[in-house]
């Protein structure tokens, strides 16, 4: 791998990987030898791909197409919110949600810190949308 980041995810974040495992046999066999139960950001040795692996949960993504990572909020009022990290295009499409809930603080929180180290580690801008609040 060219990068392998370890980012510290508090146990009772809400905000995680989808369920998905889209990390190729690579990135799984180094996980499953050295971060069990880590939340991992990685670069692949060729830079072509990046993702994020948790245990089961991964994603990866085809890194010509990507071109931020984006924090959205959407604040509760009569709804309960929600919040959210993706990395997108140029355009702003969703190419990977890398983590996601209904909206907490801690969650928030999280992802507030974890949103500049993965726009560095996969050198991508950092975005944030606000949605406003869940009316």
Same mark, same amino acid.
């Given at each position: 791998m060219k990068e392998? #980041? @370890? #980012? @510290? %995810? =508090?146990? +009772?974040? @809400?905000?995680? /990987? =989808? /369920? &998905?495992?889209?990390? =190729? =046999?690579?990135?799984? +066999?180094?996980? +499953? %030898?050295?971060?069990? &139960? %880590?939340f991992i950001a990685w670069v692949s040795s060729d830079s072509k791909l990046i993702g994020c692996i948790k245990n089961n949960r991964s994603i990866s993504v085809d890194f010509s197409l990507a071109a931020a990572v984006e924090l959205y909020e959407m604040e509760p009022a009569k709804g309960s919110g929600y919040v959210g990290l993706d990395i997108t295009t140029k355009n702003g499409e969703c190419l990977a949600v890398i983590a996601s809930s209904r909206y907490s603080k801690k969650s928030l929180q999280w992802l507030k810190q974890a949103h500049p180290i993965l726009a560095k580690v996969f050198q991508l801008e950092e975005r944030y949308e606000y949605h406003g609040k869940d009316a």
């Amino acid at each position: 791998m060219k990068e392998w #980041i @370890e #980012i @510290e %995810r =508090p146990v +009772d974040v @809400e905000a995680d /990987l =989808p /369920l &998905n495992d889209q990390a =190729p =046999p690579e990135v799984r +066999d180094e996980y +499953d %030898r050295s971060s069990k &139960n %880590r939340f991992i950001a990685w670069v692949s040795s060729d830079s072509k791909l990046i993702g994020c692996i948790k245990n089961n949960r991964s994603i990866s993504v085809d890194f010509s197409l990507a071109a931020a990572v984006e924090l959205y909020e959407m604040e509760p009022a009569k709804g309960s919110g929600y919040v959210g990290l993706d990395i997108t295009t140029k355009n702003g499409e969703c190419l990977a949600v890398i983590a996601s809930s209904r909206y907490s603080k801690k969650s928030l929180q999280w992802l507030k810190q974890a949103h500049p180290i993965l726009a560095k580690v996969f050198q991508l801008e950092e975005r944030y949308e606000y949605h406003g609040k869940d009316a």
